[in-house]
């Protein structure tokens, strides 16, 4: 099998992260790069709701997912993308064309979102009730 590399925060995990991890493993083995709290925080401004660990384990018990790492910090995907030896980089369509700059060290791939589901819309409608 092709192997798939994905990067994501996964916090409060939604069937949305679900649908995107379970297309991603379409293409081979997959394996999960998953943001330290304060990467997240440096990028969201937002510590996320629940801690790495929390977030990692949540995305290893998953039928899809091959194999979970930590993703240390910033500037590090090119590294964890020869590490691993990917053949594709699977990414939600949020990010289409930032990763593009990754396409000499494997095919880059950008999936479509599910509409309407969020963490940030989550959190808002918990907020809300
Ligand atoms: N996603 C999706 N549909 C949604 C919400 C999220 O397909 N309704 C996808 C995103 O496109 C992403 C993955 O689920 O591919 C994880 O989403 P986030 O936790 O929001 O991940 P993000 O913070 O975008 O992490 O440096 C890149 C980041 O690590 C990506």
């Given at each position: 099998p092709r192997r798939v590399l994905t990067f994501g925060?996964?916090?409060?995990?939604h069937v949305g992260h679900l649908l995107l991890l379970e297309r991603a493993a379409t293409y081979g083995e997959l394996v999960v790069g998953v943001p330290v709290d304060d990467l997240v925080l440096a990028k969201k401004e937002r510590r996320p709701v629940f801690p790495d660990h929390h977030r990692v384990e949540i995305v290893r018990a998953?039928?899809?997912?091959?194999g979970v790492f930590l993703e240390?910090?910033?500037?590090l995907k090119r590294r964890y993308l020869l590490e691993h030896r990917a053949d594709l980089l699977v990414m939600g369509?949020?990010?289409?064309?930032?990763?593009?700059?990754l396409g000499d060290v494997c095919e880059v791939v950008y999936l479509p979102r599910t509409p309407s589901i969020s963490t940030t819309t989550t959190i808002e409608a918990i907020a809300a009730s």
């Open positions: 925060t996964f916090d409060l995990f998953l039928r899809c997912v091959s240390e910090g910033p500037g369509d949020d990010w289409a064309g930032h990763f593009d700059e």
